[in-house]
């Protein structure tokens, strides 16, 4: 079942690619290299921890949705290939899409602050699949978090691994330990 994350992630992610390079930003423009490699907030462990803050998402989430696991069981080959699946194809992708290229597009055009708003509003709805509405409130407001902290930290790194380990968590230790 995690190959659904890999089967939608890689038209997905080449996508986001194309847009981003016909819209003509660069990679710190995405958050993904710095401008000013002096400052304290960029340091492996500011991102660090904020990548941590991924496992307590994904339990919080977990007891919102419920979902079965992506995986039968937890064996080391079948634990690492799914949550490198999932911190590419969800966590990278999904963070470069909205926090890197939609909200750079959209800051010019609404401003920092509608901006993060408008972006976490259109990711909360696109989890709307999972038929929750408490989750698709409880996305906007990831969506909210992650948005503030890249654009503090200026690096799309920290919420890249913490929306990882949010689904991670959510879609395989938490079903397959707690469920």
Not at 87 to 104: A, C, D, Y
Request: net charge positive.
């Amino acid at each position: 079942m995690q190959y659904i994350y890999l089967i939608t992630g890689i038209p997905l992610l080449a996508a986001i690619i194309v847009a981003a390079r016909m819209a003509g930003f660069q990679m710190s423009d995405l958050y993904l290299s710095r401008k000013n490699r002096q400052k304290p907030r960029h340091s492996w462990k500011v991102q660090l921890a904020i990548a941590l803050i991924g496992i307590p998402l994904g339990l919080m989430e977990y007891s919102i949705l419920r979902p079965e696991p992506i995986i039968p069981q937890l064996t080391p080959g079948a634990v690492v290939t799914a949550s490198v699946i999932l911190i590419i194809f969800t966590g990278f992708t999904e963070e470069l899409t909205f926090r890197g290229v939609m909200k750079r597009a959209t800051d010019d055009l609404f401003g920092v602050e509608i901006s993060a708003i408008y972006v976490s509003l259109v990711f909360a709805v696109l989890h709307i699949t999972h038929l929750s509405a408490l989750d698709v409130f409880f996305v906007f407001g990831i969506g909210l978090l992650f948005s503030s902290i890249v654009q503090k930290t200026e690096s799309l790194y920290g919420v890249t691994l913490a929306h990882g380990l949010t689904n991670i968590n959510l879609f395989i230790f938490c079903p397959l330990l707690l469920g």
